[in-house]
Every structure is written in C-alpha cells, then in structure tokens.
C-alpha cells in the first residue's frame, strides 16, 4: 500500500550517526533514553536476556508503524556466534517495526510472506529474526538492509531497474503455476486481503476478494457515488472479458510493489519488502507498480526479455493491468478518504466503457 508518510529506510553506515541540526533537548535526551530502554527490554524478551541496545534511531517508516534501527553490542548475547547452540545468531544491526499489540496479525503475516518470497530465491528480502508482544507493543525484527542510491554503487537508474524487472520475471516464471490466494489472509497496508476464498477461479477470486471487497467497503463508509457503484458493478459483470488474454497461470506476487517497497541493496540488486503476498495472474504485480512504482522504460523491457508475452504492453495487457489498477485505487479511497474518488471514478468509467 503506497503510505504518503513513507520514506525509504536507507541510511548509508559511512554517515551514520546522523548529525543533529541543534543541539538535544532534556526532553529529546530522555525521550531518547527511555525509547532505548524500552527496546532494549523488548529484544531481550524476544531474542536474548543478555542483549545490549547499544544506539537506537527512528526512521521515516510511515504513518502506519514506528520504523527504527538499532545497533546492538555483538558481545552481549549468549547466543551471538554460537555455532552448537542450534540458535541464529543476532546481527549488530537490526530493523524494528513497533505497534500496539494488536496490530500483531500484520507483522506476522508480513513475516510470513518475507518467507515466502525468500523460498522464491530471486528476490533479496530482510530476513526475519522475531515477532511479538513486549512493552505494551508488537513488533517485528528483521535483518537490516545496507541500501542505498544507484550512483553510489556505480549503478545508472536504467542498469538498477534492468535488474529489478529481470528479478521480479524470474521470480514469476519461476513460481508460475495454478494456485490461487494464499495461506492465509495478510493485509494490504491496514486493510484486511482475503486470499483464502474463491480459489478456484481467477475471475472469481479478483471479482469477490480483490474489487468487490473494495466496493462493498466504499459503499458501507458511503465514499462510493452512484456512478462509481454502478460502474463497478459492471466491472464485476464484465471481469471475464476486461481480463481476457491473460496466461493462464499464476505466480507468486509481492501484492504491494509501489516505488517505497523495494530498495536498491548495497550490491545494486533489487530488495523486497512490506509485502501482501499472495498467488494470482502475475499481471497484478503491475497494478500497483502503475500506479505508484516510478519504474522507467528500462524495467519493462527487461520484465519481457526474461519472461516474453505476446501481446506485452498492448491494449489488452493495459486493459488487464488497469482493472488491478483499480483495486488499489479503491483501497486508498478506503484507507484514506475522499482525496481518491476522482481516480476511481475515472479509472471505473473507462474500464465499464470498454464493456
């Protein structure tokens, strides 16, 4: 879910710490101090009872949760390096995502679908190290990610987005096969996808789960007009031709790859995260990276050179590509109120039009 709060998560450790512009209030010291109590109580509940927070730093994560990095004292844990202990051992560094306790369900299927993704083996992914309650909140520890910008790493824009379409193909084709949905339900920024219903046909599955859902729910918070009800409604009726001309298998999808989940790591190949994971026709990928993915010409040439399609990028591959477009349109409209009903209502006209 594209979140307008979100930045992406990159501090380079050449620069790290960051330099204050002023100099720390009491309060902003003590502030400081307690988060890093707090965390260091969390970590030892959830990793290990000798663990030492070292430095912690709150990152642009987000409206949704607190997002921060914190280094730890490698010395500290019984379990760090312990190579007969059966136990992974801890990284100095680690990525946190803290929330109330019961935003528990997001961070486990969140995790759940960075291991899905990582059985893949063509997307890099923050590992994952723990999930839990501790502290009055829940939290997700995984694996920091050294990312970084394209220059850094010698790398143009159009050599990194080269990578990334060829990964995301190979991921694709390499997953490619006739499941539906997925395991369980997961979530959509805060929004609840339901993946386990309707998985016996595409058609249906997009038509009750993905824009139906949506629709239902814009009409119960009355942010869909008559217009936009009714040509969604259509929509509905006409999926199995607006969708016609579509492979007729299905491929493991990130389900939310706007330009904020992914990230360039320090070896310039692609980095996952912040996934809705889900099996479906892999022309979903492409509705969120239409809409928000800021992916130039170089990634979609390099998609179709690693897994070619017929009628790639033709009337009907945007046709297709709109109508999931269109579902996340409709769950910012959901999410974030009213500022989106002109792009529904727009992007449902033209769809119903075409029918």
Not at 14 to 30: E, G, L
Not at 49 to 73: F, K, N
Not at 194 to 218: C, H, M, P, S, Y
């Amino acid at each position: 879910m594209h979140d307008p709060c979100k930045r992406r998560l990159s501090y380079s450790p050449s620069v790290w710490p960051p330099q204050a512009a002023s100099p720390p209030t009491t309060f902003t010291i003590d502030f400081l101090r307690q988060m890093k109590q707090t965390v260091q109580l969390a970590l030892r509940e959830l990793l290990d009872p000798s663990l030492v927070v070292v430095r912690t730093a709150s990152l642009g994560g987000g409206c949704i949760s607190q997002a921060m990095r914190v280094e730890i004292d490698p010395h500290s844990c019984s379990m760090s390096g312990n190579k007969t202990s059966g136990k992974k051992s801890i990284p100095a560094t680690v990525f946190l995502k803290r929330n109330k306790p019961g935003f528990l369900p997001n961070f486990q299927c969140e995790h759940n679908g960075l291991i899905a993704l990582a059985h893949s083996d063509w997307i890099k992914i923050p590992q994952p190290i723990a999930i839990g309650v501790s502290q009055q909140s829940s939290w997700l520890v995984t694996e920091w990610v050294c990312s970084s910008d394209f220059t850094s790493d010698g790398l143009s824009a159009n050599e990194f987005y080269s990578r990334f379409g060829a990964s995301l193909a190979k991921m694709h084709r390499a997953t490619a096969g006739t499941r539906i949905g997925f395991s369980e339900d997961n979530f959509l920024g805060t929004t609840r996808q339901i993946n386990t219903r309707n998985t016996e046909n595409w058609i249906d599955f997009v038509a009750e789960n993905r824009i139906g859902f949506q629709l239902r729910w814009a009409v119960d918070q009355n942010l869909a007009d008559a217009s936009l009800k009714q040509d969604c409604e259509t929509i509905l009726r006409g999926l199995d031709r607006l969708l016609e001309g579509r492979r007729g298998e299905t491929s493991l999808l990130h389900g939310d790859l706007w330009s904020g989940n992914y990230l360039c790591g320090r070896d310039g190949e692609v980095v996952f995260i912040d996934p809705a994971v889900y099996h479906g026709c892999h022309e979903a990928e492409f509705g969120m990276i239409k809409l928000f993915g800021s992916c130039p010409e170089s990634f979609y040439i390099a998609y179709q050179q690693t897994w070619p399609s017929d009628d790639w990028m033709s009337d009907g591959w945007q046709r297709r590509t709109n109508v999931y477009v269109l579902y996340h349109l409709l769950n910012h409209m959901n999410m974030f109120g009213r500022g989106y009903a002109g792009q529904c209502r727009r992007l449902a006209s033209e769809l119903a039009g075409v029918l």
